[in-house]
């Protein structure tokens, strides 16, 4: 069966090359046909690897980020309720 007929079968073939579930099959059938396909394939992954991983990995830090905001900023509403209610429960009433 040849690989890359399509353009969107080749982006799934080359992004199962990536995350190297299916490395040796989408390899080994252009390996046998010429030796150079190799070095266009460690170009893919090199690529792919530094340019789409970079990428998935800012916005999964991005969102981190924004969820540890939200937990600091209700941390720090509880905190000063709690404080309020504790001032509250300890007032005296002065002149009594």
């Known amino acids: 069966m040849p690989y890359f007929t399509r353009l969107l079968e080749i ?12 490395s ?9 046909l010429h030796w150079l ?3 266009y394939f ?7 690897s530094h340019i789409f991983m970079s990428v998935f990995l800012a916005v999964v830090y991005n969102n981190d ?4 905001q939200d937990e600091v900023r209700k941390l720090a ?3 000063c309720h709690q404080v309020l209610e504790a001032f509250r429960l300890l007032k005296v009433k002065v002149g009594t």
């Open 42 to 48: 460690m170009t893919c992954i090199i690529i792919n």
């Open 77 to 79: 509403s509880l905190k």
């Open 65 to 68: 980020r924004k969820h540890l």
């Open 11 to 22: 982006t799934f073939e080359l992004y199962g090359l990536v995350t190297t579930a299916s």
């Open 37 to 39: 396909y190799s070095s």
């Open 24 to 32: 040796p099959d989408v390899t080994m059938p252009a390996y046998t």
